[in-house]
């Protein structure tokens, strides 16, 4: 089932059909979750992979074996993908999951269940520029045409899996309501991966002892991902994925929209994120300026961020 040209539209949003039916969206809002759940949310490339493997690690105590053996795929399926009834049925407890759909297509799903969900956000300037790349190399994308077309488009909303801006919104808006949902940014693994790891497992109700912290720290370092087949995409085959045109893990670093966006464009997402997100109590870290000390091992960090806080 290639369906790389395909395009499916549903609930308002644009899905890539090679990897979404009708049939599989419609399951998906109706997916019978279990109180031992984990569900890992995001918008595309905002850390969804890293946050995979953080939680396969805490799941493991530490132990890389599965994620050196199991495609990230297969221990944490996609809710929403055609192929991923068999994957769900084989999960052993408790299941890991992913999905990128708003809070309003599984707000119904997930009412009553105590399931533990993980939504993960980025800086939606590096989301763009990440975004923009992967289309480049995901053969059931569409033509993302220029850089200021992808601007364009991303900045309307009308791009595969929809509005950005809707979709920060839509769950960040539930946090208090949802008492089972933890929001974890893709700068806050970068500025800090211990510690986010800790404050994963805690939610979890899974501690760690220092060295399964650290084991988790080394394998979901960025250099030991982007080396793990597991996890790299680069088992997916060339049709699907041109490798030849790109990484799926590029860069990984806070701030990248700075060698792409240009002072106009910059300005213009200005603009449109105050108009969408007029009301927010989210501050985004646009870059890091981190100085590292070789005797202590600690490190400053400049931010660079926006808030609009919520009045």
Not at 125 to 134: I, M
Request: net charge neutral; hydrophobic share 40%.
């Amino acid at each position: 089932m290639s369906r790389l040209e395909v395009a499916e539209a549903f609930g308002g949003i644009t899905f890539p059909g090679h990897l979404h039916t009708q049939e599989s969206l419609q399951l998906a809002l109706k997916f019978p979750f279990q109180d031992t759940d984990v569900l890992i949310v995001s918008y595309p490339k905002s850390g969804t992979t890293w946050m995979q493997q953080i939680v396969t690690l805490i799941t493991s105590r530490g132990d890389p074996r599965v994620s050196q053996t199991a495609p990230n795929w297969a221990r944490a399926p996609w809710l929403e993908h055609h192929y991923s009834a068999a994957l769900l049925d084989a999960l052993s407890q408790p299941r890991m999951i992913t999905t990128h759909l708003p809070h309003r297509m599984l707000a119904e799903a997930l009412r009553g269940a105590k399931t533990k969900v993980i939504y993960v956000s980025r800086n939606p300037k590096d989301v763009l520029v990440s975004f923009y790349h992967f289309h480049k190399m995901a053969n059931f994308l569409p033509d993302a045409g220029s850089f200021q077309e992808f601007f364009n488009t991303f900045l309307d909303g009308t791009v595969h899996f929809g509005s950005w801006f809707d979709h920060v919104k839509g769950w960040t808006s539930q946090l208090g309501a949802m008492p089972n949902l933890l929001h974890v940014t893709y700068e806050e693994l970068s500025m800090d991966l211990k510690g986010s790891i800790v404050k994963v497992s805690s939610f979890l109700q899974r501690p760690l002892v220092e060295d399964e912290v650290n084991s988790c720290v080394r394998y979901c370092s960025f250099s030991s991902m982007k080396d793990n087949q597991m996890i790299n995409c680069s088992l997916v085959p060339p049709e699907i994925l041109d490798h030849s045109k790109g990484a799926f893990m590029r860069r990984g670093k806070v701030g990248d929209w700075r060698n792409t966006l240009t002072d106009e464009q910059n300005e213009r997402f200005e603009s449109v994120l105050a108009e969408k997100l007029p009301v927010c109590s989210l501050e985004f870290v646009w870059q890091l300026d981190i100085e590292q000390h070789r005797d202590t091992k600690s490190y400053r960090t400049k931010v660079s961020a926006w808030s609009a806080r919520q009045e």
